[in-house]
């Protein structure tokens, strides 16, 4: 085989070596990316839970007020806080109050299933990029090793057809 296909083979070699380090990089790249991205999303998510803490606390804290205030009314309006107006009240405003707390519920719920589906497609689209430079880097394995078989298979056919290569069959005809 002639120096120069040899050069240009050996340059295609190293041309793998350099892919396979530049995948490994890019890989450590991507998940470096999507470890970030998942840290994120589980700060939102906390966020979000500590959001929803807070505002049913300070419902609650409403609330309390809100009875506070109806029994001094109620008090200084003379009525017994067993009557039937002033329980009404009462349980007008409980059930306000556990009505509010469940929305909010439904609300954090639905922003946590939302940055989950989001953590679910970040996954998806890190697989989806590994797996592309997977085959990249597998195209191009293939490439070159089919060319090195090609470069030898010709200039093993030249070396046949010029007899060269077949020493032992050349070495037993000249006998």
Not at 52 to 78: H, P
Not at 158 to 173: I, P, R, T
């Amino acid at each position: 085989m002639d120096p120069y296909t040899m050069f240009l083979l050996s340059m295609q070699a190293a041309g793998v070596v350099v892919s396979i380090y530049d995948k490994q990089s890019k890989e450590k790249l991507i998940q470096q990316g999507r470890s970030m991205e998942k840290t994120g999303i589980e700060m939102n998510m906390a966020a979000n839970n500590y959001e929803f803490q807070e505002s049913s606390l300070a419902s609650m804290r409403a609330l309390r007020q809100n009875l506070g205030t109806q029994a001094v009314m109620n008090a200084a309006r003379g009525n017994a806080s067993g009557t039937e107006s002033a329980v009404g009240n009462v349980e007008k405003s409980v059930a306000t109050q556990g009505a509010d707390q469940e929305a909010r519920r439904m609300k954090m719920l639905a922003h946590d299933a939302e940055l989950r589906a989001q953590d679910i497609t970040s996954g998806l689209s890190v697989l989806k990029s590994e797996t592309e430079l997977g085959r990249a880097l597998g195209k191009d394995m293939i490439e070159a090793a089919s060319t090195g078989v090609r470069q030898f298979e010709k200039h093993a056919a030249l070396a046949s057809k010029f007899g060269y290569g077949n020493k032992g069959a050349n070495v037993g005809a000249t006998k």
